[in-house]
Nanobody, 124 residues
Framework: QVQLVESGGGLVQAGGSLRLSCTAS????????MGWFRQAPGKERQSVATITRSGTGTYYANSVKGRFTISRDNGKNTVYLQMNSLMPEDTAVYYCAATSGVVLGLVTGRWNYWGQGTQVTVSS
């Protein structure tokens, strides 16, 4: 069992930055591919970024490419999402998730564990 806890959300003006963190319980964090997702009110959840177990492979949605960076520190059981040049359309609840499968792109089969989410609000 893996528990994921996100932090770092908040209110920021357009053009600003935030860094989200997701810390996992357990000793097998490096065995999981990780991803960040978001869901805005009235919209479907979308994949934002994914990262392989080692951190050498990263994938991004076109809407965030060049602005967001996903990274991980397996020694700290933590995955990060650095968000720069934020726009009002980035407003959403952001979730991290873990998969025991292999991350081969932005769309990966089954995500086994989810965090509770953290709100990001970008004002214009």
């Amino acid at each position: 069992q893996v528990q994921l806890v996100e932090s770092g959300g908040g209110l920021v003006q357009a053009g600003g930055s935030l860094r989200l963190s997701c810390t996992a319980s357990g000793r097998t964090f490096s065995s999981y591919g990780m991803g960040w997702f978001r869901q805005a009110p009235g919209k479907e959840r979308q994949s934002v970024a994914t990262i392989t177990r080692s951190g050498t492979g990263t994938y991004y949605a076109n809407s965030v490419k060049g602005r967001f960076t996903i990274s991980r520190d397996n020694g700290k059981n933590t995955v990060y999402l650095q968000m720069n040049s934020l726009m009002p359309e980035d407003t959403a609840v952001y979730y991290c998730a873990a998969t025991s499968g292999v991350v081969l792109g932005l769309v990966t089969g089954r995500w086994n564990y989810w965090g509770q989410g953290t709100q990001v609000t970008v004002s214009s």
